[in-house]
């Protein structure tokens, strides 16, 4: 069936309450819910448990399959990706990709109308891998064997899948509002004015879709439905506050001297490795000669939430988070998302809107107003730049003026832009001009042993969030997603290679570029429509096309 209209009303409710200490996931008043919000700025401190909230479309989360079932209401997130097929034995779960970091332009008139920086494109840029977790979708069983593909199962054959995460190692670029102002808000923002930071995130899903039943309410309230393991990569490898939601603080996401900070430009070394006690994610920045970590322990504060439909309990499990599989295929999914790899990289596109006009955004501390009402676009304002200003609308959500930038001083809002009319739609995107625009994120293939992965897939979310696609039928899809006002958006970005950005054969995200050597026929290189498998209350399974997906042979050579 079609997907319901989108419904932004919630928003002003919903949204507050990811700042919360007791986050409400559904069903709590208006009232109730900005009192929380309200008590949340006014008493907020370093040791106040604090979370993010998923269901109100943080920008650190994975997308869900369907989420209009799965939270009540429409979260989206836009995840243009290319993902890496090997069956060499580690492909899954042991892999190393060399970076190039983004460099912006220059600060002076960072309102200039055809000026962009890296935070107005892409809230995080990250790399992502399938793993093992006992309390999450689809709670049919309780063991995980780690770094097997044992762990592939189709849900057309049966829903006894092995209950999985997601883990995302998120890049943050410098500059606009800072952590953890906008990142508790709604997900990903800037850790400092001028240097880019890193966090290991590993996402869960509290739901078992045979019995169609949910966590109880009380838990997400506490911990969320989809919830969210988080640590920043420090210089010591420790975290610098307790991982898991039920523990996490505000010290969990405020940056701090013992995190690893890195340069514009800089080339990265980015290594993922399983461990005794977990996924260990490295980097080493070659050009500063730093290096930073962080492994998904319970050392760390990583935890399971017990699965607990019935009652009011809440418990913390300490877990170390595992690789689920041992290779990279279409068959090593995540069943609960609407992407369908294992292994690939991501940016996170399309939560940023401009907000310009005589009436100032109010200054907040969460994007949270005194009254518990999230900040919007003043209606007096006008959303876009240039030639696609236009008076503000119903995406434009949590909003920071100017004058809280350390650097950038730019107006902006941070909400998913169902609208697809934000920064990321325009051509804002990296083509070769740095003076106005920045440089792309760079990044190898992937390597397990030396050895390159054979085959990459480029993988749009784009039927996921579009609100004019049918999932079931495939009616209404577009490769290019639709304005709010009926048009195709101005811009889609996209994914080229080039040979520049050192280690050999080097992918980017953006515009064409000076010196690529192919951008696989640009908005083409999507593919078509790819079908993915979901189990059914009951048990049953049913396709839903998630995707637009194009496999092709890797074409970076073997090194």
């Not at 993922?272 to 070659?286: R, S």
Request: charged share 15%; with cysteine.
């Amino acid at each position: 069936m079609t997907k319901p209209v989108r419904s932004w009303m919630y928003v002003a409710a919903a949204g507050a309450v990811a700042i919360a200490p007791v986050v409400a996931t559904s069903g709590p008043t208006q009232a109730a819910t900005h009192a929380v919000a309200h008590a949340a700025v006014k008493h907020v401190n370093m040791s106040r448990h604090m979370h993010v909230d998923c269901s109100t479309a943080a920008a650190m989360c994975a997308e869900v399959a369907n989420s209009d079932e799965a939270f009540g209401h429409y979260v989206g997130h836009d995840e243009p990706s290319l993902a890496f097929y090997s069956n060499k034995p580690g492909s899954g779960n042991h892999m190393s990709y060399n970076v190039t970091l983004p460099v912006d332009p220059s600060a002076s008139n960072p309102n200039q109308v055809n000026k962009s920086y890296a935070f107005e494109l892409a809230g995080s840029d990250w790399f992502g891998m399938a793993m093992c977790d006992t309390q999450s979708y689809p709670e049919q069983i309780k063991t995980c064997k780690p770094d097997s593909d044992s762990n592939i199962l189709n849900p057309a054959v049966s829903p006894k899948h092995a209950g999985t995460a997601f883990m995302e190692m998120q890049f943050y670029p410098p500059g606009w509002i800072q952590w953890p102002t906008w990142a508790v808000a709604v997900g990903a923002s800037s850790c400092d004015p001028s240097k880019w930071c890193a966090a290991l995130n590993i996402d869960s899903f509290s739901v078992n879709p045979v019995t169609n039943k949910a966590q109880n309410q009380t838990c997400q309230a506490k911990a969320g439905l989809e919830y969210l393991n988080f640590a920043f990569i420090t210089k010591n490898g420790k975290s610098t506050g307790p991982a898991n939601p039920l523990q996490s603080t505000l010290a969990t996401f405020t940056p701090s001297s013992k995190d690893l900070f890195m340069n514009p430009g800089d080339h990265l070394k980015v290594a993922f490795g399983d461990t005794a006690n977990g996924l260990k994610v490295t980097i080493n920045d070659l050009s500063t000669g730093q290096s930073g970590s962080m492994t998904a322990s319970k050392a760390n504060g990583f935890a399971q939430i017990k699965f607990a439909p019935n009652g009011t309990s809440c418990q913390g499990i300490p877990y170390n988070f595992h690789p689920m599989y041992r290779t990279s295929s279409t068959k090593t999914r995540v069943t609960w998302t609407s992407h369908g790899f294992n292994v690939g990289f991501d940016s996170e596109i399309g939560h940023f809107q401009f907000c310009t006009g005589p009436k100032p955004i109010p200054a907040t501390e969460f994007g949270v107003l005194p009254n518990g009402n999230v900040t919007v676009c003043p209606k007096a304002d006008n959303e876009g730049r240039g030639p696609n200003v236009q008076p503000s609308d119903g995406d434009d959500f949590f909003c920071f003026p100017a004058k809280e930038a350390p650097r950038l001083k730019v107006a902006g809002c941070t909400f998913t832009n169902v609208g697809f009319d934000g920064a990321s739609y325009q051509r804002l995107w990296p083509n070769g001009n740095t003076k106005i625009h920045p440089t792309p994120f760079q990044f190898s293939s992937p390597t397990t042993g030396g050895q390159q992965y054979r085959q990459a897939a480029f993988e749009a979310d784009l039927p996921a969030v579009e609100g004019t696609c049918d999932i079931i039928t495939g009616n209404g899809c577009t490769l290019i997603p639709q304005t709010d006002s009926g048009e195709p958006a101005t811009f889609y970005p996209f994914f080229s290679d080039t040979k520049k950005g050192g280690g050999g054969c080097i992918w980017q995200f953006g515009n064409d570029v000076p010196g690529e050597i192919s951008n696989f026929g640009q908005n083409g290189q999507w593919g078509t429509l790819t079908p993915f498998d979901y189990t059914n209350p009951g048990g049953s399974s049913s396709n839903q096309f998630q995707v637009f997906r194009n496999i092709i042979p890797n074409p970076c050579p073997q090194a």
